[in-house]
C-alpha cells in the first residue's frame, strides 16, 4: 500500500499520507523513490517555482527540500496557520532565484467551489476529546477518498497531535514533553488560536478546546463551522447545545464517553449522530471504534455535499 503521496497539479505538488500506518524510515524511502521517478520521466519537470501543498513530516519535509532543491531555484511550502478565508498562503523555504526570498509568503485563491468545515470537539473535562480527536484523525487518514484535513489542540494543555502515538511507543516521554510544552490559557492565547483557526482553509479542520465554558473558548469556538459534543451523561449536553447555537455552530453528533464501557453503539445518524463510544484512553488507537468511524463517514459525506 501507497505510504505517501505526491502529485503534481499545475505549479502545486500536492502531498499527502497515505491509507496505510508505516515508520518514518519506510516512508523517507517511499518518498526518494517516488520522486526520483517523477524527476527521471519529467513528471515534475523543474524550473524556476515549485509549491508544496498537503501534510508533511519533518522526515519528508527533508526529502523533499533535497530532490526538489535539485531541479528546481526556488520552493515555497503551504503554512495552514497564516493563510486567510478563501487564501491559502505559502512560505518561501528554499531559495537561489533573486526573485524569491526565504521567508517571502506568496498568496494563491482557494477555488470558491471548495466549502471548508471547521469542526470543534467540545464538551466538559474528562470526555476524552483529545483522544477522540486523535482516533478521528487516523480514522479518515484509513479512507481512500476522504478530503485533505487537518488537526491541532485549541488547548494549552500540551496534547498536540503527537502525544497519542508517542504515549503509545514511550508514554515517559510523552508525559515530559506535555509538562514541558503545557502553558496557561490566557486571552492572548485564545486570540492567537482563534486567528490561527480563521486562516486554516483545509476543506477538512478538526480542532478540540478546553473543558468548560469560558469567554477565551467562546472565542475559539466562533471560528468554527460545525461542532461535535462529548459529554459524561444527558445533563452536559445542554450548556454546549446553548452555546452552539449562539455561536451559530450546527451541532452534527452528541458522543458519549463511557470509559468503563467495553464496546460502542450508534444510536442513530439522523438527524444528527447520535451514540456512546467507550474507553477514550490515552494511548490507545480508538481510530476503529464505531462511533469514531461513523463520524469519520459522516464527515467524508459533508465535503462531498452528500
Not at 118 to 143: E, M, P, S, W
Not at 177 to 183: D, Q, R, S, T, V
Amino acid at each position: 500500500m501507497t505510504t505517501y503521496h505526491i502529485e503534481l497539479q499545475g505549479d502545486i505538488l500536492k502531498v499527502g499520507f497515505g491509507n496505510t500506518q508505516a515508520t518514518g524510515d519506510r516512508i523517507v524511502c517511499d518518498v526518494a523513490t517516488k520522486l526520483d521517478e517523477m524527476i527521471a520521466t519529467k513528471e515534475i519537470p523543474g524550473g524556476t517555482l515549485i509549491k508544496i501543498n498537503g501534510r508533511i513530516s519533518v522526515l519528508v519535509s527533508q526529502v523533499l527540500g533535497d530532490k526538489l532543491g535539485k531541479v528546481y531555484d526556488a520552493i515555497a511550502i503551504f503554512d495552514p496557520k497564516i493563510g486567510d478565508k478563501g487564501l491559502d498562503r505559502y512560505v518561501v523555504t528554499i531559495s537561489r532565484h533573486p526573485d524569491y526570498r526565504v521567508g517571502d509568503t506568496l498568496d494563491v485563491v482557494r477555488s470558491q467551489l471548495q466549502s471548508n468545515i471547521k469542526l470543534v470537539l467540545c464538551g466538559f473535562a474528562n470526555t476524552g476529546k483529545t483522544c477522540f480527536r486523535d482516533g478521528l484523525k487516523q480514522a479518515l487518514l484509513q479512507i481512500p477518498d476522504a478530503p485533505e484535513s487537518y488537526f491541532i489542540s485549541g488547548c494549552p494543555d500540551g496534547d498536540g497531535s503527537w502525544y497519542s502515538e508517542t504515549a503509545r511507543r514511550d508514554p515517559e516521554l510523552a508525559a515530559h514533553l506535555k509538562a514541558k510544552y503545557k502553558a496557561g490559557f490566557t486571552p492572548e492565547f485564545a486570540k492567537l488560536k482563534a486567528q490561527e483557526v480563521r486562516g486554516i482553509n483545509t476543506p477538512l479542520f478538526v480542532f478540540d478546546i478546553g473543558g468548560k465554558i469560558s469567554d477565551e473558548n467562546r472565542l475559539i469556538m466562533a471560528e468554527a463551522t460545525h461542532a461535535v459534543i462529548l459529554v459524561k451523561d444527558e445533563t452536559e449536553i445542554e450548556p454546549w447545545e446553548r452555546l452552539c447555537d449562539r455561536l451559530k455552530l450546527e451541532v452534527i453528533a452528541i458522543v458519549f464517553s463511557d470509559f468503563f464501557g467495553n464496546h460502542d453503539v450508534v444510536e442513530s445518524r439522523s438527524p444528527i449522530l447520535r451514540g456512546t463510544v467507550h474507553r477514550l484512553q490515552r494511548g490507545e488507537d480508538v481510530s476503529q471504534r464505531p462511533m469514531v468511524q461513523a463520524l469519520a463517514r459522516l464527515l467524508v459525506g459533508f465535503c462531498k455535499g452528500k
